[in-house]
Antibody, heavy 118, light 107 residues
Framework: QVQLVESGGGVVQPGRSLRLSCAAS????????MHWVRQAPGKGLEWVAV????????YYADSVKGRFTISRDNSKHTLYLQMSSLRPEDTAMYYC???????????WGQGTLVTVSS | AIQLTQSPSSLSASVGDRVTITCRAS??????LVWYQQKPGKAPKLLIY???SLQSGVPSRFSGSGSGTNFTLTISSLQPEDFATYYC?????????FGQGTRLEIK
C-alpha cells in the first residue's frame, strides 16, 4: 500500500534552517511528481512546491520562493524540502503528497509540524 | 494567480440531508478542479478530480460538476462520517491554489 512518511519537523528559531524528508513506498516513486503542502494551525491548505518525477522541474509558491528548495532522491524513494530563512509565518503542518495526474494529489503523508519561534 | 472562492464558509446540516458546496474560480480553468475532504488532525483525502471524476473508493453519494469558473460538490445524503472540512483546488501553470475551505457541521 502507498505510504508517505514525513520527518524532520520541530521547533526552530526565526532565520534558521530545517530540512524535511518524506519517505515513499508502495508506488512507482520515480515516475511520480511530488508536492509539499502546508497548513498553519487552524487555517486552510497552502501549496508550497512541486517537483517533477525526474527532478528537472521545480515550482514554488511566491511565499517561499528563494527560501525553500524542493528536491528528491529517486534511488532512496525520498522527497525533501530544505527550508531556510524561516519566519514565524512558516509555522505549519507540512504534508508531502503524490500527484495522481494533472495536479490532483491522491496520497498524502500524516504531516510533520514545523514551529518557528524564538 | 488564479483564486478560488468557496461558499459557504461553514454549513450546518443533518444526517440524510443533501448538501451542495460551491467553488468559483477567478478565471476559467476548464475542468481542472479537485475536491478534498479533511477531518480534524488528519491529512486531506482526494474525493473528486477533473471536476466530476470520483476517486476510487469514494462513496457514490459524493459528486462533482461544473466547468470554466463555477463548480459544485454535492453530497446526496449526508452520513455521520461526512462531517468535515472540504477544500477545492486548481492546478494551473504548475501552481496549485486551494479554496479557503467549507466546514460542514452537524445541526
Amino acid at each position: 500500500q502507498v505510504q508517505l512518511v514525513e520527518s524532520g519537523g520541530g521547533v526552530v528559531q526565526p532565520g534558521r534552517s530545517l530540512r524535511l524528508s518524506c519517505a515513499a513506498s508502495g508506488f512507482a516513486f520515480s515516475i511520480s511528481a511530488m508536492h509539499w503542502v502546508r497548513q498553519a494551525p487552524g487555517k486552510g491548505l497552502e501549496w508550497v512546491a512541486v517537483i517533477s518525477s525526474d527532478g528537472d522541474y521545480k515550482y514554488y509558491a511566491d511565499s517561499v520562493k528563494g527560501r525553500f528548495t524542493i528536491s528528491r532522491d529517486n534511488s532512496k524513494h525520498t522527497l525533501y524540502l530544505q527550508m531556510s530563512s524561516l519566519r514565524p509565518e512558516d509555522t505549519a503542518m507540512y504534508y508531502c503528497a503524490k500527484e495522481r495526474g494533472a495536479g490532483d494529489l491522491d496520497y498524502w503523508g500524516q504531516g510533520t509540524l514545523v514551529t518557528v519561534s524564538s | 494567480a488564479i483564486q478560488l472562492t468557496q461558499s459557504p464558509s461553514s454549513l450546518s446540516a443533518s444526517v440524510g440531508d443533501r448538501v451542495t458546496i460551491t467553488c468559483r474560480a477567478s478565471q476559467g480553468i476548464s475542468s481542472a478542479l479537485v475536491w478534498y475532504q479533511q477531518k480534524p488532525g488528519k491529512a486531506p483525502k482526494l474525493l473528486i478530480y477533473d471536476a466530476s471524476s470520483l476517486q476510487s473508493g469514494v462513496p457514490s453519494r459524493f459528486s462533482g460538476s461544473g466547468s470554466g469558473t463555477n463548480f459544485t460538490l454535492t453530497i446526496s445524503s449526508l452520513q455521520p462520517e461526512d462531517f468535515a472540512t472540504y477544500y477545492c483546488q486548481q492546478f494551473n501553470s504548475y501552481h496549485i491554489t486551494f479554496g479557503q475551505g467549507t466546514r460542514l457541521e452537524i445541526k
